[in-house]
């Protein structure tokens, strides 16, 4: 299987595709600070799962760079809140975005808890 073929992978990468077509509306002064924040957490998210299913030979890397992708996605969820509260974003477009990332943030932890399923080799596998 490729990462690619993942659904937290594809999930991941849309959402960030979708966090960036909408922070093309932030204003300008957030270029450097909200925009390029929520636009670098929101793909890490896709980055590290992709880095964590290659590195599923080792255990340790692999729950290391899921734990990543938690917080990233974790961090993407507070770059939100932001940019609703600072009226950027609708409450409708906040409300989908936190759902897509709540499943991504499912997904994760499934893989967490069950990295046999993505051929990492556990104690029990």
């Not at 093309?24 to 957030?30: D, I, R, V």
């Not at 929520?38 to 599923?56: D, T």
């Not at 507070?78 to 950027?88: G, I």
Request: glycine share 2%; charged share 25%; hydrophobic share 35%.
């Amino acid at each position: 299987m490729n990462f690619k073929e993942l659904i937290a992978y594809q999930k991941a990468f849309s959402l960030a595709m979708l966090i960036f077509e909408i922070s093309k509306t932030f204003p300008k002064e957030e270029i450097y600070s909200l925009t390029d924040q929520i636009r670098r957490s929101s793909r890490s998210v896709a980055s590290n799962i992709a880095e964590a299913y290659r590195k599923r030979n080792y255990p340790k890397h692999f729950y290391s760079k899921l734990t990543d992708c938690d917080a990233e996605n974790s961090e993407t969820q507070v770059w939100l809140s932001f940019a609703y509260k600072c009226n950027y974003i609708n409450k409708e477009s906040y409300l989908k975005l936190i759902s897509e990332s709540d499943e991504i943030g499912k997904l994760i932890n499934y893989m967490l808890l069950n990295p046999h399923k993505f051929g990492v080799k556990t104690a029990e596998h």
